[in-house]
């Protein structure tokens, strides 16, 4: 059984520039969800991806969207990279849209903006 | 607005005793909490969880005390092994949501 994987592992970008994350999920699970890690912080929910579609956001801009594919894995794109965008990206998969399901989580991909 | 605070940003325990990791929410809508814990260079790992219908949960070296009353949780661990040595984060939900808050995390030191 393969866990998350999450691609680049460490990415650096400039200002105004446009980022691709990717997420591999865990074998058997069709839920998707992004959460963002800045410095210091917990990491907060950004959108959740189920059956191809987005299934509820967080307070975050229309700058960061996302796919997710028929195998079920996932992309994170930001536009438009702000400072602030610089966190720990963290994508995590589980068998359902619901928190009581537990959720299986990535390295992370650590984006750092100039 | 922060509506789960882990107040203890850090915490050291000598290795046998008791580690008492602190965790409060202000959404009384809330009614599933989770304990995830954190290795450097890895991701979040789901360690405990905890209903609202329940006021102890017990895995193990693990339990979880929920105080709905006073909005707060916490998570025991007995006795604390280096090996515990990671940041725990305190997390809340509410049923049929689908994502959790997260508190800013505790980093637990179990000293040898």
């Known amino acids: 059984e393969t866990g998350v994987t999450q691609s680049p592992t460490h990415l650096i970008k400039t200002r105004g520039q446009q980022v691709t994350l990717r997420c591999s999920s865990q074998?058997?699970?069709?839920?998707v969800s992004w959460y963002q890690q800045a410095l210091g912080q917990g990491p907060q929910f950004i959108f959740q991806?189920?059956?191809?579609?987005?299934?509820g956001r967080g307070n975050f801009p229309p700058r960061f969207s996302g796919l997710q594919f028929p195998n079920y894995s996932s992309e994170l794109n930001v536009n438009a990279l702000e400072l602030d965008d610089s966190a720990l990206y963290l994508c995590?998969?589980?068998?359902?849209?619901?928190?009581?399901?537990?959720?299986?989580f990535g390295e992370g991909s650590r984006l750092t903006v100039l | 607005d922060q509506q789960v605070k882990q107040n203890s940003p850090s915490l050291s325990v000598q290795e046998g005793r008791i580690s008492i990791l602190n965790c409060d929410y202000t959404?009384?809508?809330?009614?599933?909490f989770l304990w995830y814990k954190k290795y450097p260079a890895e991701g979040p790992t789901f360690l405990i969880s905890?209903?609202?219908?329940?006021d102890k949960n017990e895995d193990g070296r693990f339990t979880v005390f929920l105080n709905k009353s006073a909005k707060h949780l916490s998570l025991h661990i007995v006795p604390s092994q280096p090996g515990d040595s990671a940041v725990y984060f305190c997390?809340?939900?509410?049923?049929?949501?689908?994502?959790?808050?997260f508190g800013t995390g505790t980093r637990l030191t179990v000293i040898p």
């Open positions: 997390a809340a939900s509410r049923t049929g949501a689908n994502n959790l808050f």
């Open positions: 995590a998969s589980s068998q359902d849209t619901f928190n009581t399901g537990e959720l299986f």
């Open positions: 991806y189920y059956r191809e579609e987005e299934n």
């Open positions: 959404n009384s809508m809330f009614d599933y």
């Open positions: 074998s058997g699970h069709n839920t």
């Open positions: 905890i209903s609202s219908i329940k």
